[in-house]
């Protein structure tokens, strides 16, 4: 089984170049699925159903979320309707939405499941528990997919370290930030610190560079908005062994206007 995980989609500029490349390296690379992290689709701060149906529409198939999954507040609304959508499962129990969805690729049940790392960010459930305990609910779950939502590259290490040989792949993001780390882990395990994202280049994190550079200088209040200009389209392929559940092979992808 073929997966394309595309990163961290920001804003219009994002969700466009997404609509553009994503049929053209579909038709090329033939994936069986594709997931993507869409947590700051709108304007840089969380997913509304529109944009949604965008990306549906362009190709995606699952979209991932992390820290800013409720900055539109529409989407707990409907996020209970729609089992495409996988949020954080180390939010506190009760919220809206799901932390993991399950799905049949080729007739193989695959698991996605969405984490967020703790430091630098809320204080949520651990996510090693967290993970642990959906495992125990799918011991027959042939593929299981990861996209660990953490700032810093050691939180994302120790889930890809910790779960090699359990899971098919851990693909980290939010740092927006692609590292070149991208292996198989001795285990099976399909690994990348971060995936990068899909949006302008000359921003910072894809936003307007400017007010950034202002809020850090002055440390006043700022409104941050996404950057124009060119853009770049981050995501990693990851071959399957559709037998064993391992990963055969992870490739970046990196394309740039
Ligand atoms: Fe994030």
Redesign the pocket.
């Known amino acids: 089984m073929r997966v394309l995980f595309v990163g961290d989609i920001v804003g219009k500029p994002g969700v466009d170049y997404v609509r553009e490349v994503l049929q053209r390296l579909a038709s090329e690379r033939k994936p069986d699925l594709v997931v993507a992290n869409a947590?700051n689709a709108a304007d840089g701060r969380g997913l509304t159903r529109r944009i949604a149906e965008t990306l549906y529409d362009s190709g995606v198939e699952i979209i991932t979320m992390?820290?800013?999954t409720w900055d539109q507040k529409e989407l707990a609304s409907w996020i209970d309707e729609d089992e495409r959508i996988v949020r954080p499962a180390n939010f506190p129990d009760g919220v809206p939405g799901q932390g993991f969805t399950v799905c049949r690729v080729n007739g193989i049940q695959t698991l996605i499941v969405n984490l967020m790392g703790r430091t630098f960010l809320s204080q949520l459930d651990c996510p090693f528990r967290t993970l642990d305990h959906i495992l125990e609910q799918f011991p027959d779950v042939r593929h299981v997919l990861v996209d660990m939502?953490a700032e810093t590259t050691s939180e994302k290490l120790a889930i890809g370290w910790a779960y090699d040989g359990r899971v098919s792949a851990v693909l980290g993001t939010?740092t927006h930030v692609p590292t070149a780390d991208e292996r198989v882990l001795p285990g099976g395990t399909a690994y990348l610190t971060d995936v990068g994202m899909v949006g302008p280049v000359d921003g910072i994190l894809g936003m307007d560079r400017n007010s950034v550079i202002y809020k850090m200088r002055t440390q006043m209040p700022a409104r941050f908005t996404v950057a124009g200009g060119l853009r770049q389209f981050c995501a990693v392929q990851v071959d399957l062994d559709d037998q064993t559940g391992k990963a055969a092979a992870i490739e970046r992808i990196f394309i740039r206007e």
């Open positions: 947590e992390g820290n800013h939502h939010h």
